[in-house]
Structure formats: C-alpha cells, structure tokens
C-alpha cells in the first residue's frame, strides 16, 4: 500500500487516464522503493458544476482552478520525510502528464494503522 484517490472534473481534452494511472503508480514505486504490486490508483470524474472554487462552479477541469483533489493513504510506519517525498513525486508526475498546473494540485495525507487496513485475505500488522 499506498492508496491514492484522485477526483477532478472533466477534462476538455482527451486524457488517458488508464495510462496516467500507471505512469503514476510507477513513479510512487520507484522513488519510494515499493513494490509495484503494492500500490493502488483510482481516477473518479466529478460531475459538471458540481465542484466549488473560490465560489465557482464549472464544467470542465481548469489548469489553474479547481485544483485535483488528490488523496494519499499510506502505512503509519513511513517517515515524515518518506510521506513528504510520495507527495512531491505524486504532484510532479501529474503536472507532468496532465495539462494541470502543480500549483493547481491540492493533496492530503492520512496514515493508515497497522490492524487497521485489510489486504491479501488479513488484517495486516506492522510495527511501528
């Protein structure tokens, strides 16, 4: 694990987002020394006008509005500095591949717990 959730509106041009998931997913594995295998992606469209910014609504994915609402959930054992890395590597890969500004990328962390998360059939247990 790590999960990360991604919702945006939209977009006016075609996007693969299949491909961009994978693109993603790759460079989390990579750079944080995870098994690919252990890392989960997911893209969920928003509908149109139905995503507030500064009290607007639109209906497709602005470069500089309405920022990606990125959600990241990785095990309590990572470091501040590990966590800090997978979120640079997150907003870099997607201003890389997406026509999103980075500073149009808004991400949150939450920590998972060990027996907390169920994966592979079991309650999945870590030391901190």
Same mark, same amino acid.
Request: aromatic share 8%; charged share 20%.
């Given at each position: !694990? ?42 969920? +469209?928003?509908?149109? =006008?139905?995503?507030? =910014? ?15 609402? #990125? ?14 890395? !997978? ?25 998972? +717990? ?7 059939? =079991?309650? #999945?247990?870590?030391?901190?």
């Amino acid at each position: !694990m790590p999960l990360i959730r991604i919702k945006s509106l939209p977009f006016a041009q075609e996007v693969n987002i299949p491909s961009m998931l994978g693109v993603l997913s790759k460079a989390v594995s990579e750079t944080s020394d995870i098994d690919l295998k252990h890392v989960m992606a997911t893209w969920d +469209y928003l509908s149109p =006008h139905h995503y507030a =910014h500064n009290g607007k609504v639109v209906d497709c994915q602005p470069d500089k509005t309405h920022p990606l609402l #990125v959600h990241l959930v990785a095990p309590s054992f990572n470091t501040e500095e590990q966590i800090a890395n !997978m979120l640079e590597v997150i907003a870099n890969t997607l201003a890389d591949v997406l026509p999103v500004a980075k500073e149009n990328i808004f991400i949150n962390f939450s920590p998972a +717990y060990s027996d907390g998360v169920y994966d592979s059939g =079991h309650v #999945v247990e870590w030391d901190d």
